[in-house]
């Protein structure tokens, strides 16, 4: 079984060069690599140059248009019968395709998917967001850990499909956000299998700060409406709990304050406040045990950035496209990574 690999790219050479010199050191060489430059302002045509004897590369441009016409466009100039998606900040473990191809023999499906890590050498920040978006805690294991929100959705940094699925889906659709989602909802209703291959992981570095990091979940909050408007039998309960969560905690902290100037007792604050402080502590110490203590307590920031984004943009997107009518919700439209 020979594979595609399909990184969309956009003006992210550094990150490129990492990615494309994990793949050269791995064990099974059954691939071919097609890097295409979705528009971009610095190209990365420096380091393709550096690894065109190392690996069997393709290098296109084009003019911008999103993350999954990107895609799509890398999958049209493949010859091979299976498509692997990366994402351009992730780097790649060395017997990942080793895993991929052995679990696809003895146990085919059309579309397959990974969980991601984080590097010891990646900086705290990272290491904190990685954590908000892996953890049981902040995510109930649902984003590549487990399979028990049912047919597992696997996501674009770390995805793979048949090129039968390709031809019958037509591909990613042009959404902005949520894309990958999309794209795993119409293989399903297509009547193909998904499954979770938990040692087909990658680290991912997730390129960003708290403050992109909010702009990318906001719009994930955005996206899981507007995916609801494309497919009514996606939502469910779990989507539920950021909203649910943002909003608990300002009944807790509006709470506090009339308990403060109604008792003028500073235990009658703390009392109302107790849920919070459980669930911070409970923060603090898994991902400190996970990962020592300062990125525990940045692992803090970070899952309440998780949370409350996702629960401020799911809120938006359930005004706007459910009450008021007015279709797809817009979250930070131009690049939230700026």
């Not at 990658?202 to 899981?224: E, L, M, P, W």
Request: charged letters at 20%; hydrophobic letters at 40%.
């Amino acid at each position: 079984m020979n594979f595609s690999i399909i990184i969309p790219l956009y003006n992210r050479p550094n990150e490129l060069d990492e990615l494309l010199e994990s793949l050269t050191k791995q064990t099974s060489k059954n691939f071919d690599v097609i890097v295409v430059e979705d528009g971009s302002d610095i190209t990365a045509e420096d380091v393709i140059e550096k690894y065109r004897n190392k690996l069997d590369l393709k290098y296109f441009t084009k003019q911008n248009s999103g993350p999954g016409t990107t895609r799509n466009f890398g999958a049209e100039k493949s010859t091979n019968d299976y498509f692997i998606f990366f994402d351009s900040d992730c780097i790649i473990p060395e017997n990942y395709m080793e895993i991929v191809t052995k679990r696809l023999q003895d146990k085919y499906t059309d579309c397959f998917g990974g969980p991601d890590a984080a590097l010891p050498t990646f900086t705290p920040i990272q290491k904190a967001i990685s954590y908000a978006m892996t953890s049981i805690i902040s995510t109930g294991g649902i984003r590549g850990a487990s399979e028990k929100a049912g047919k597992f959705h696997p996501r674009s940094f770390n995805m793979g499909f048949s090129r039968q699925v390709f031809e019958k889906t037509h591909g990613f659709s042009t959404m902005r956000f949520g894309e990958d989602i999309d794209m795993t909802l119409r293989i399903l209703e297509s009547g193909f299998t998904t499954q979770l291959i938990k040692e087909a992981f990658v680290y991912h570095k997730r390129r960003t700060d708290f403050r992109k990091f909010f702009r990318q979940i906001f719009n994930s909050g955005c996206a899981r409406i507007n995916l609801y408007l494309r497919h009514k039998k996606s939502l469910k309960l779990v989507h539920l709990l950021p909203a649910c969560f943002l909003l608990g905690n300002i009944f807790c902290i509006l709470a506090a304050i009339v308990t403060a100037l109604i008792f003028k007792s500073l235990w009658w604050v703390l009392i109302s406040v107790i849920p919070l402080i459980i669930f911070v502590l409970l923060v603090l110490v898994d991902s400190s045990i996970k990962n020592g203590l300062k990125v525990g307590t940045l692992s803090i920031i970070a899952v309440y950035i998780q949370l409350c984004a996702y629960g401020i943009g799911f809120l938006k997107a359930v005004w706007n496209g459910l009450i008021l009518k007015k279709g797809d919700t817009t979250g930070f439209v131009k690049n939230f990574y700026k």
